[in-house]
Nanobody
């Protein structure tokens, strides 16, 4: 069955960096688009961005398109990454990867806390 395991979260000061990983199994990862979503405290689920199976297209929120966040993947390892730089308190959330699009199955999430 589909299994997604996120890791790499933590607590960092504003301006810091984290790289999240999502290890996928149970489906043909190399042929599947992947999505990152997040849920901040007291907020709904927010789409962060997605990446096509062969990495030729990445879409996302301004943080992704502006380069503060980078989404990438390694199809040989079945891992999708979310590299986050210049983190801000408003980035505090539980981050999830999802198979396919925003509504696809997700992992258990990894907590990111940014303090000023």
């Amino acid at each position: 069955q589909v299994q997604l395991v996120e890791s790499g979260g933590g607590s960092v000061r504003s301006g810091g960096s984290l790289t999240l990983s999502c290890l996928a199994s149970g489906f043909n990862f190399a042929r599947t688009g992947m999505t990152w979503v997040r849920q901040g405290p007291g907020k709904g689920l927010e789409w962060v961005g997605d990446i096509t199976p062969n990495s030729d297209q990445v879409s996302g929120i301004p943080a992704v398109m502006g380069g503060r966040f980078t989404i990438s993947r390694d199809n040989a390892k079945n891992i999708v990454y979310l590299q986050m730089n210049d983190l801000r308190p408003e980035d505090t959330a539980v981050y999830y990867c999802a198979k396919g699009d925003y509504g696809g199955p997700r992992g258990q999430g990894t907590q990111v806390t940014v303090f000023s």
